[in-house]
């Protein structure tokens, strides 16, 4: 008896490693046939941050890991099931078509919509409470109903667009996925917190791939698939901490959903305010005002890039779960002030400072330039010009100046 309990616990864990095993075999064989076939993403688009031909089909092979392990798992018997996989197929062809050919973006849409409909009408997840958020409880069906649609809508393609730097997209999908795993475990929803495992597992294998120096992207068809995931992790993780008595941090629940897909949600928000606003232009202009491209101008690799966002990201959960029991919209408030502090914000935070009549730090300034331009020959003292009195540069050092006003964040 106490052997096969213990079996029993361990079995969503050997679940997870069975997912990596599946994609770090099956990623290789996707790669390889890429290349025989010419099957590449496209570098010489000007956003681009590559410069060789790579497969970007590295969704095949998470969409494969994570249906196998969870189908043999013993805990794929749920009702929701036919319908999260009826979406998550359509979206894997709709992501391969878009990879090899393009798909126009009306067409996208409409596929991401029907797999969304799916797994709301067969899967019943609609939202019909808000937790107290703007201080509104329960909300009517059809507020529920279009509330869980934008939701979901805005998960995927916010998650589609983080997809820019080699490794992003993965780490960001395997911090959700595991805080969402931990949680599900927790409140005893053992189905999602294995199909929340598996997807670590899958992302986790796909990572010794994708990490730069990369050798597959996870394309429009992992970003796609894996956004769907977490677009049904997040409303139902919404629906059953606010449904179910005793959940870990209960009262944080709508705020903590926020913080853990902070990236995505903050980056596109973001970006789209900048377009329309700022630019005036459509918020679905091509452009590199992402934060990862943000950093990448500013001189750090794709790794530090990495790393520094996975820092962000971490440290949003982190203030969220240490302040939960703030009353809900004093709680977003920080969180949303705590991404705006941490995040780039095309240089609203030194626009600021400037108002108030605060300095901005030329040390900072001396830094980007020299990440931006290499180190400047001490040739030439320049006062006045915005560096401190020690610093020298030359005549044509200080013209790009305004390269690093336009890189400050």
């Given at each position: 008896m106490e052997t096969e309990i213990a079996f029993a616990s361990l079995l969503p864990l050997l679940?997870?490693?069975?997912?990596?095993?599946?994609?770090?075999?099956?990623?290789?064989?996707?790669?390889?046939?890429?290349h025989l076939k010419h099957l590449f993403d496209d570098p010489t688009d000007d956003r681009k941050l590559h410069v060789s031909a790579i497969p970007n089909l590295g969704g095949v092979g998470i969409f494969a890991a994570v249906i196998i392990s969870f189908l043999l798992s013993g805990y794929a018997f749920q009702p929701w099931l036919p319908y999260l996989s009826s979406g998550l197929i359509i979206l894997l062809f709709s992501g391969i078509k878009d990879d090899l050919l393009v798909i126009a973006p009306n067409k996208k849409l409409l596929l991401q919509i029907t797999a969304i409909v799916a797994v709301m009408a067969g899967g019943n997840m609609v939202i019909t409470d808000m937790g107290g958020m703007f201080g509104v409880h329960e909300i009517p069906s059809w507020a529920g109903i279009g509330l869980t649609f934008f939701t979901m809508v805005v998960v995927i393609n916010a998650y589609n667009l983080i997809d820019g730097i080699d490794g992003l997209a993965?780490?960001?999908?395997?911090?959700a996925s595991s805080f969402f795993a931990w949680w599900f475990w927790e409140a005893g929803m053992m189905s999602h917190a294995v199909l929340a495992l598996t997807l670590v597992g899958a992302l986790a294998a796909f990572m010794r791939y994708n990490f730069q120096p990369a050798s597959i992207f996870m394309g429009d068809?992992?970003?796609?698939?894996?956004g769907h995931l977490l677009a049904f992790f997040a409303v139902s993780f919404v629906n059953a901490g606010i449904a179910k008595a005793a959940v870990p941090f209960k009262n944080a629940v709508p705020v903590l959903v926020l913080s853990v897909l902070i990236v995505p949600l903050y980056d596109t928000l973001r970006v789209?305010?900048?377009?329309?606003?700022?630019?005036?232009?459509s918020p679905f202009s091509a452009d590199r005002l992402h934060v990862h491209h943000q950093l990448i101008d500013m001189g750090f690799s794709h790794r530090t890039s990495c790393f520094l966002i996975f820092g962000f990201n971490l440290t949003i959960v982190g203030i969220t779960l240490l302040l939960s029991g703030l009353e809900v919209n004093l709680l977003f408030a920080t969180v949303l002030g705590a991404s705006v502090i941490l995040f780039p914000t095309v240089r609203l935070k030194r626009k600021a400072l400037d108002k108030l009549g605060v300095d901005t730090p030329?040390?900072?300034?001396?830094?980007?330039l020299e990440m931006k331009f290499g180190t400047p020959p001490k040739t030439v003292v320049k006062n006045?010009?915005?560096?401190?009195?020690?610093?020298?540069?030359?005549?044509?050092?200080?013209?790009?100046?305004e390269k690093v006003e336009e890189l400050a964040v």
């Open positions: 679940v997870a490693v069975g997912a990596f095993v599946v994609a770090y075999l099956v990623i290789p064989v996707i790669i390889d046939v890429s993965g780490g960001i999908g395997i911090i068809t992992g970003s796609q698939v894996v789209f305010l900048i377009r329309a606003v700022r630019e005036q232009k030329s040390k900072r300034e001396i830094q980007v006045g010009n915005g560096f401190s009195n020690g610093s020298s540069f030359s005549e044509e050092d200080v013209d790009k100046k």
